[in-house]
């Protein structure tokens, strides 16, 4: 069996002023440490942290920042690890601009790398979608914004060690992932919830 070369990253960050801090992502450290017991190669890399000096403002009147590495030295960072995968950490909405830019330069560098985005922010997109296919009058979307992003290959809900190892495998080797619990795909999606 092949095993892949696996990028996880915790993607720029926005910030409305106040204090701003960085904490290690626990999700994609225990992922990482997964993927290499199950033989694949591992890179985390956090954008935000190694960018911490770079403040960029994106809306002056609200006081919003960007916090983290330029879009060139990203790219160059994943076109010098050469992933199969790249993975991102969206715990929260304002991980979420920084997530969707990574998937458009990992694609950039490689159109065939596999994007997959997990983390709360996911989790909780695809359960608000769910819960307003049943519930038409909750004002839910009735679409799931993050997989409309045609950089993004998957999304990662709940608990995601074992089902990115499984992701990881049924990538590299070809393998169906329809069938891969925890796993959306934009054109299985229905199948899936």
């Not at 159109?111 to 695809?126: C, R, Y």
């Not at 009735?142 to 089902?163: H, K, M, S, W, Y």
Request: proline share 4%; charged share 25%; with cysteine.
């Amino acid at each position: 069996m092949k095993k892949a070369r696996v990028l996880l990253i915790s993607p720029n960050l926005i910030s409305k002023g106040g204090e701003n801090r960085v904490q290690p992502s626990l999700g994609l450290m225990i992922i990482g440490q997964m993927l290499l017991d199950d033989g694949h190669v591992v890179k985390i890399h956090d954008t935000a942290l190694e960018g911490w000096d770079n403040k960029n403002i994106i809306d002056p009147k609200n006081n919003s920042i960007t916090i983290g590495q330029s879009d060139e030295e990203i790219k160059k960072f994943i076109s010098d690890f050469s992933p199969d995968i790249v993975g991102m950490s969206v715990l929260f909405s304002n991980f979420l601009k920084g997530a969707h830019c990574i998937a458009r330069l990992a694609k950039e560098v490689d159109k065939n790398i596999k994007v997959v985005l997990g983390g709360n922010h996911i989790s909780n997109s695809v359960s608000d979608y769910s819960y307003g296919l049943i519930n038409k009058d909750s004002n839910l979307p009735n679409f799931i914004n993050d997989l409309e992003d045609d950089n993004v290959d998957f999304a990662l809900i709940g608990e995601g060690e074992t089902p990115m190892v499984t992701l990881a495998n049924a990538i590299i080797n070809n393998y169906d992932v329809s069938k891969i619990p925890g796993i959306v795909k934009k054109l299985v999606i229905k199948n899936i919830l």
